[in-house]
């Protein structure tokens, strides 16, 4: 099977713009989770969703959308962009059946970088 | 809340050598799952090994096996015949009932020829 894939693999964007990122899962999984890694914070969970609803959500601004597509592709939008979003956007994908703890893989990421 | 701990935020092995990184974590949950991904310079996150809390035997995956102390909420893993391409950060995380990882802060392998 073909893993998750992300798109674009770098953007470079400025203050104030938005950005959407992408996201497909491994073939047969229902479920994808987004993550954002920093050097300061670490890894920090943003939301999952599973067949088209948002799951579960992290503590970030309203800025930080997302959606899921019929085909379990996955969109993240982060909106008026500001300096302390450059970070790698990671997203996993599990079947998310379990109803309880899961095994997520990851795709290779997005490297934003804000000026 | 759930928290995961890793305390060491580098480590070195010789090529072919023994090294065992270290993670203790905190929660309330009965039902959880645990790993450790490697995060190699190319940053793509890998899955090295999972243990299902419920489970009294200690999972291996070739050369990694993993050290469960349930109840001191501890959860090492030890990498055998260490080799280059181990170079990695490495992660330790916490999956609840919440459908979220939680990860510790890395720590930094590298192995030496």
């Known amino acids: 099977k073909a893993g998750v894939t992300q798109t674009p693999r770098y953007l470079i964007k400025t203050r104030g713009q938005q950005v959407t990122l992408s996201c497909s899962p491994i073939?047969?999984?229902?479920?994808v989770s987004w993550y954002q890694q920093t050097p300061g914070q670490g890894l920090q969970f943003l939301f999952e969703?599973?067949?088209?609803?948002?799951?579960n959500k992290g503590n970030f601004p309203g800025r930080f959308s997302g959606r899921q597509f019929s085909n379990s592709r996955s969109e993240m939008n982060v909106s008026t962009l500001e300096l302390g979003d450059s970070a790698l956007y990671l997203c996993a994908s599990s079947s998310g059946l379990a109803g309880g703890p899961d095994t997520q893989y990851f795709g290779p990421g997005t490297r934003l970088t804000v000026l | 809340a759930q928290t995961v701990t890793q305390s060491q935020p580098e480590m070195s092995v010789q090529e072919a050598e023994t090294v065992t990184l270290s993670c203790t974590y905190d929660?309330?949950?009965?039902?959880?799952?645990l790993f450790w991904y490697k995060q190699p310079p190319s940053r793509q996150m890998i899955l090295v090994i999972r243990q299902e809390a419920y489970k009294q035997q200690n999972a291996t995956e070739n050369r990694f096996s993993v050290n469960f102390q349930k109840a001191a909420k501890s959860f090492s893993l030890k990498i055998s015949d260490s080799q280059l391409g181990d170079t990695a950060m490495y992660f330790c995380?916490?999956?609840?009932?919440?459908?979220?990882?939680?990860f510790g802060q890395g720590t930094t392998l590298q192995v030496k020829p």
């Open positions: 995380a916490f999956m609840g009932n919440t459908g979220k990882l939680i």
């Open positions: 929660t309330s949950e009965s039902n959880y799952y």
């Open positions: 073939s047969g999984h229902r479920s």
């Open positions: 969703y599973f067949s088209e609803t948002q799951r």
